[in-house]
């Protein structure tokens, strides 16, 4: 099998986790598969380079921080390529450049344009260990850019998936993905395996075990990936097209989303054009909008409700100030999302209907609901944030398989 191996900021953490990491991807080639590793820098490490640059200046110029936060995964490529020659291991390593990830040139946050994958190849076939500097490529003009936080993920997914590998194992400090977040509900199950849609509903909702945009280049180039940790042996989950999971569980896991914030404008004219001129102005202004009602109207004016990430709370209150655009304005922050997530939703009804019953019978009321084929979310005060997905974990069983 041709596998390629991402090992995270805590995997790497120090020189004795690169030490581990070594036996680990020694064990991977000595079962007689050929291996790309791609690393993050040292937990820490790009923090601190930011601090550093900050000390001179808020806004340091873009072009310097690509090469500044580059060096984070030189080091660990770098390291975990002299750990694993010093096993006895044929190795190299790559920086972004080297291993041919191109990208545009927008510095700090560069999408990878295309890969050319000679190089990684050609030393695959000379038995070598590839080691690859995650988060970094290049730009036309040779520059170095780098590919925005948690970008690594996305290196390993895109060489992945241009060197058609069987397998893209992605390494950190929890087992998989689990039914919801075990802390909240000691219960939670880790799942064996989960559809690209599921992972993608749940990270964006606070399950934060890969990068979003490293689903969504997994689903489309088809790369099958595991997330595991390197500090266990256990199997981890496997995030792969819904046609590769046999039975589908009508829920696979609830998420809650404690970064959320409600608007509400009441005496909104309830006449064409309204709607389009408040969601753009918050669009121009780079303000996320996730859940949104609307009001039948009733006397030529309407009730609207949205919600937007709760960081972005006051950005959203001047805006809307601005606006003018309704009688009486409301900024809530103590509100929460609680979703429910599964692809067998699409053939089953009664999913969303359970939910409500459930949160009913705890007395919480929904403050705001919304679907999607494979969702169903619930806006509710934030005090009852965790009641609910316990009473939701409950409800679907889903501390059994
Ligand atoms: N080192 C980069 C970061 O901390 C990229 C990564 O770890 O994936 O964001
Ligand atoms: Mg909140």
Request: with cysteine.
């Amino acid at each position: 099998m041709l596998i390629v191996q991402k090992y995270g900021g805590t995997s790497v953490g120090n020189i004795e986790r690169i030490d581990e990491v070594a036996k680990r991807v020694k064990k991977a080639k000595d079962a007689g598969n050929d291996v790309v590793v791609v690393v993050s820098a040292m937990s820490g490490e790009t923090n601190k380079l930011i601090e550093f640059a900050k000390y001179f200046t808020e806004n340091p110029p873009k072009r310097e921080m690509d090469l500044l936060l580059s060096s984070g995964e030189r080091v660990t490529s770098s390291l975990l390529s002299i750990a694993l020659y010093s096993k006895g291991l044929k190795s190299i390593a790559l920086t972004g450049r080297q291993a041919g990830i191109y990208t545009d040139d927008i510095h700090t946050g560069a999408r990878i344009d295309k890969i050319d994958s000679n190089k990684i190849k050609k030393n695959i076939k000379e038995g070598k260990v590839v080691v690859v500097a995650g988060f970094q490529g290049i730009t036309n003009n040779g520059e170095v850019s780098t590919l925005g936080r948690g970008g690594s993920d996305l290196s390993a997914v895109a060489i992945a998936g241009a060197l058609k590998a069987d397998l893209c194992e992605i390494y950190t400090d929890v087992d998989g993905v689990y039914t919801t977040d075990p802390r909240i509900e000691p219960k939670a199950r880790k799942l064996d395996k989960i559809s690209y849609d599921e992972m993608l509903e749940l990270a964006s909702l606070g399950a934060k075990v890969l990068q979003n945009r490293s689903v969504e280049l997994a689903k489309k180039l088809n790369v099958n990936l595991v997330t595991r940790s390197s500090f266990n042996e256990n199997e981890g989950t496997l995030i792969t097209k819904e046609e590769n999971i046999m039975e589908k569980p009508l829920v696979s896991g609830v998420a809650l989303d404690r970064n959320q914030a409600r608007v509400t404008l009441r005496g909104v004219k309830d006449e064409p054009g309204i709607a389009a001129k408040i969601f753009n102005r918050l669009a121009k202004e780079n303000i996320n909008v996730d859940m949104i009602i609307q009001n039948i109207g009733l006397d030529g004016v309407t009730n609207l409700g949205f919600t937007v990430p709760e960081n972005e709370i006051e950005e959203a209150k001047r805006v809307m100030n601005e606006l003018d655009a309704s009688k009486q304005l409301e900024f809530d922050t103590k509100v929460v999302k609680v979703s429910v997530v599964g692809v067998g939703m699409q053939s089953h009804s009664g999913v969303a209907s359970k939910a409500f019953d459930t949160l009913a019978k705890e007395n919480i009321n929904i403050q705001m609901i919304s679907t999607s084929e494979i969702k169903v979310s619930m806006v509710i005060d934030d005090k009852y944030g965790e009641l609910a997905v316990r009473s939701l974990h409950d409800a679907y069983h889903l501390d059994r398989s």
